[in-house]
């Protein structure tokens, strides 16, 4: 979408004129006071012109997609927005202004400046050159480019006119079509017919084309004579509050007429009245369907009367905050078909004369490869089998629709209401999110995302806007739960204590997403075989390379951004890139062979995001103190032992990872490592995320200055250091996560100080005795924030249950070598919380008593390793069922145990025997 990039620009020309940059540039070009004036005054022109342009496409609407004229003139705004993103850029780099956001490069006076860069004169005349073409554009527009939306029929009627044609599709479906259904159609039914006579608020959620809104009509066709009166009324995302209420009206008092006449002259506040006193003695059945905000919510609400008459209000919704409005346990949170379903709905629609509907042998397999890429969406299954029901029967055929499958639902105009259930979703999104969303699609089909990787690479690329006094990495994070809610990214995981975790995108969205990233030049994904030209892209996203493409991908100018996805592939030239992509943003290379990073990294002005993590590199250069912009350096499993002297000048880093792995299970104790940071650890006062130091005297005295970490993982802590981090851990006042190791086993970790943020504890090392009683990070008071602890090789003699079952809100124990001891037990109240129970080696427990009404919340409990156990935990039947119960690393002999033991008879569990 156009306006993403035209938003983009318009930043960067605000970071340029902003003060401290304006003050910058008078300083570097006295000599060129009234050009310098002439430049920042086109500068501001072009931003005020594109600012107004994009302010109109947010209004446009799915109407333009196919006005061949409207989208060449958008082409032409979109390459006017790149060009000056680049100008932009070249003119941070002769500022060398340096600000909160980070997008130039700082050069010292006197340092020579490239010969590739534009001289000043050059940038001014290039910049007035397009500030003049942005206005023959403006022109071109006005005499020649006719929009639709200038006709008789206004934007608002529009999109209503479309919500409710997609909706009379879904409300016509016959019976046959609710397939996979059985479940919510009869929990439905049941909250209908149910005794309660209080008006209840039922919300079925989901994605566009999962079919709330034919369930909710099937349902609403067989239950609405059993209420004295009903409606149905489609809302839309540009509703009209007195368009609707008037369809209540005519719905629930069509036997009425003299009624209805007299509503025709009146407003909306005695619309509503009339509305509501018309319900009040009745027992009322309404759908409002399609709603998209709270707010069209409380609009609506307002005028259904809450009688005591057993009265049912059923909305069906993409939006979790809409569906929050429901009453309590009243949501119907619809899900993709399973396989099984998706196939027997598929065949429905592609055989609907066959026998049985039996799909022909001979095309099954392309049938069922066809279905796989519906990925369980109703509406797409639907389509693509109606499609698939006049095509001629054969392998050719159906080969040829299977293999370009994703053109057809991008192209086909029988496939157009597939993109337009889609496009409703994607069209009213803030342009923020529609940047986070297609940069979600660039990734591979099926990509497994992290919320911390994804939030790190839309903070580097410049999508997050700062809110308030959040940070951006917040901010992003809110961006990732309203795509979750908006139900345009699907939730996939949540950690131990609720929170986002993994999520990935529905292959659906993604088609549709990554077709207009390819036609907006926002990106590609690319798999070695592409034939587009790759020439205009700005962000390039890499899942398989060949050898011959090495060349021809490493000399893009304009690539901001390249990710590696296949670590398989030949390493990329990175020399021609720093030389011929200098204005790369994200080089995430991780996984890669790469063996050496060359000097010229640090012409890369512009670089914000640095992975290579699990490479071969073993040193970084010198020059890499030049990335003043860099936000993220990500050199996690690489060989890198210590950083360049010269790393404290990253004064703008947030968050480094550095740590190597010597014992991927985590069994040793000293299983990873940090790395050495010589000098200047003071100055990264910005960093959020450090894993992980090597402590050392030296830096250890610098630590309490990074006042802004988030997260801290230090390794080879010895006794004596432990003051010294106290001191420095008490001025981290938002400190969530603490990962501390000891140099040995001997030495004592003592940690005697409150951390009021603290989430994650991990303990590596031995404590003293009384520390789980004495040490604040172990009190309940103050530390209620605490979800998850691990304490490794702690050599803890006494039970350490009693001291730490303060910790109510913990959801994730574990203990690693953590206990010498013989027993533990888990008495009745503890642990209420706890989902996660992880005990591993730890060598002399011989018993393990669990009382009933203990660990109530637990799903998944690991017992690894523990050789003195001769009998099954004592009351083990008390925490199931479980979703994981694993016993690793067990004597046959605790194998036969557990299969004769009747406490867990009926029940999965895992199991691996002790070598």
């Not at 069209?427 to 591979?444: A, E, G, H, R, V």
Request: glycine share 6%; aromatic share 8%; hydrophobic share 40%.
């Amino acid at each position: 979408m156009t306006e993403i990039v035209i938003l983009l620009a318009i930043r960067k020309i605000g970071i340029a004129l902003a003060k401290g940059a304006a003050d910058q540039a008078s300083v570097q070009f006295a000599k060129y006071g009234t050009q310098l004036l002439e430049l920042q005054g086109s500068m501001g022109r072009v931003a005020s012109e594109l600012r107004v342009i994009h302010d109109v496409l947010c209004q446009m609407d799915i109407r333009n997609r196919n006005n061949q004229v409207y989208e060449g003139w958008l082409e032409e705004v979109q390459k006017v927005a790149h060009v000056m993103e680049d100008m932009v850029d070249e003119y941070l780099y002769l500022v060398g202004q340096e600000d909160d956001i980070g997008c130039c490069f700082f050069m010292k006076k006197g340092v020579k400046k490239p010969r590739s860069l534009l001289s000043f004169n050059r940038l001014a005349f290039n910049v007035k050159e397009t500030e003049k073409h942005l206005t023959h554009l403006s022109e071109i527009k006005n005499r020649w480019v006719t929009l639709v939306n200038n006709g008789d029929t206004n934007n608002s009627n529009y999109i209503v006119k479309r919500s409710q044609d997609l909706a009379n599709i879904s409300r016509s479906l016959d019976e046959e079509d609710l397939v996979g259904v059985d479940e919510n159609r009869k929990q439905l039914e049941q909250w209908l017919e149910g005794g309660d006579l209080e008006l209840s608020v039922i919300a079925l959620l989901g994605m566009g084309g999962l079919g709330k809104t034919a369930l909710a009509a099937n349902v609403y066709k067989k239950k609405r004579e059993k209420f004295q009166c009903h409606a149905w009324v489609s809302i839309s995302q540009t509703y009209s509050i007195e368009h609707v209420l008037r369809n209540i009206i005519k719905e629930v008092c069509k036997d009425n007429v003299s009624f209805l006449s007299s509503t025709v002259s009146m407003d909306i506040m005695c619309l509503e009245e009339t509305l509501k006193k018309f319900l009040e003695q009745r027992k009322y059945l309404i759908i409002l369907d399609d709603v998209w905000t709270p707010e069209a919510f409380d609009d609506l609400s307002r005028a259904l009367t809450h009688n005591d008459k057993g009265s049912r209000l059923i909305i069906t919704t993409r939006e979790g905050d809409v569906a929050a409005h429901a009453s309590l346990g009243h949501t119907i949170k619809m899900e993709v078909l399973p396989e099984d379903k998706a196939w027997d709905l598929f065949c429905k629609k592609a055989f609907p004369r066959e026998t049985n509907h039996e799909c022909p042998t001979e095309l099954k397999p392309w049938s069922k490869e066809i279905v796989s890429k519906c990925k369980g969406l109703p509406l797409a299954i639907v389509s693509v089998g109606s499609l698939l029901s006049v095509c001629e029967r054969t392998m050719v055929e159906w080969r040829r629709v299977n293999n370009q499958l994703s053109w057809e639902i991008n192209n086909n105009p029988r496939l157009d209401h597939i993109r337009n259930v889609l496009h409703l979703s994607f069209i009213y999104l803030p342009t923020q999110l529609k940047s986070c969303l297609l940069y979600c699609s660039l990734f591979s089909e099926d990509y497994i995302f992290r919320r911390k990787q994804i939030v790190r690479l839309w903070t580097a690329e410049g999508f997050v806007k700062e809110r308030g006094r959040n940070i951006l990495e917040e901010v992003a994070e809110c961006y990732l739960k309203e795509l979750i809610d908006r139900n345009m990214l699907q939730l996939i995981e949540r950690n131990s204590f609720g929170r986002m975790k993994k999520f990935r995108m529905h292959d659906i969205v993604r088609e549709l997403a990554l077709n207009l990233c390819q036609k907006n030049c926002f990106g590609v994904t690319y798999d070695g075989e592409c034939e587009e030209s790759l020439q205009d892209v700005r962000r390039l996203v890499l899942q398989k390379l060949n050898k011959d493409n090495l060349q021809s991908i490493s000399g893009i100018h304009q690539l901001r951004t390249i990710i590696t996805l296949d670590n398989r592939m030949p390493s990329l030239s990175i020399p021609l890139l720093c030389e011929k992509s200098r204005y790369m943003t994200v080089l995430e290379l991780s996984g890669l062979p790469v063996e050496k990073i060359p000097d010229a990294i640090g012409d890369l002005f512009n670089l914000r995001h640095l992975g290579l993590r699990g490479s071969k590199v073993k040193m970084l250069p010198k020059s890499v103190e030049k990335l003043s912009n860099l936000l993220t350096l990500d050199l996690c499993r690489s060989n890198i032992h210590e950083l360049p002297s010269g790393i404290g000048k990253l004064k703008k880093l947030r968050h480094l990872f550095a740590e190597s792995v010597f014992d991927p299970k985590g069994r040793e104790l000293k299983c990873c490592g940090g790395v050495c940071i010589p000098n200047g650890l003071g100055n990264l006062t910005n960093l959020q995320t450090l894993q992980a130091l090597e402590a050392q005297d030296k830096s250890l005295r610098h630590l309490g200055e990074l006042r802004q970490l988030r997260s801290l993982r230090l390794w080879n802590v010895k006794g004596i250091y432990c003051g010294c981090i106290n001191e420095s851990l008490v001025q981290m006042h938002y400190l969530s996560n603490l990962d501390v190791n000891a140099s040995d086993e001997h030495d004592v970790l003592l940690l005697n100080v409150c951390l009021p943020s603290l989430q994650k504890l991990f303990l590596n090392g031995r404590l003293a005795e009384g520390a789980l009683e004495e040490s604040p990070l172990f009190q309940a008071v103050g530390v209620q924030n605490l979800y998850r602890l691990s304490l490794y090789w702690s050599q803890l003699r006494e039970d350490p249950l009693s001291s730490l079952s303060r910790l109510s809100n913990l959801t994730y124990l574990e203990f690693t070598r953590a206990y010498n001891g013989e027993k533990l037990a888990f008495l009745t109240g503890w642990f209420p919380k706890l989902k996660v129970l992880q005990l591993r080696d730890l060598p002399n427990l011989n018993r393990l008593d669990i009382q009933q009404g203990a660990m109530e919340s637990l799903e998944e409990l690991f017992l690894v390793n523990l050789r003195s156990m001769t009998e099954v935990p004592v009351g083990i039947e008390f925490l199931l069922p479980l979703k994981d119960l694993v016993f690793y690393e067990i004597s046959s002999d605790f194998l036969t145990l557990l299969r004769q033991c009747s406490a867990i008879q009926g029940t999965q569990w895992q199991h691996t025997l002790r070598r």
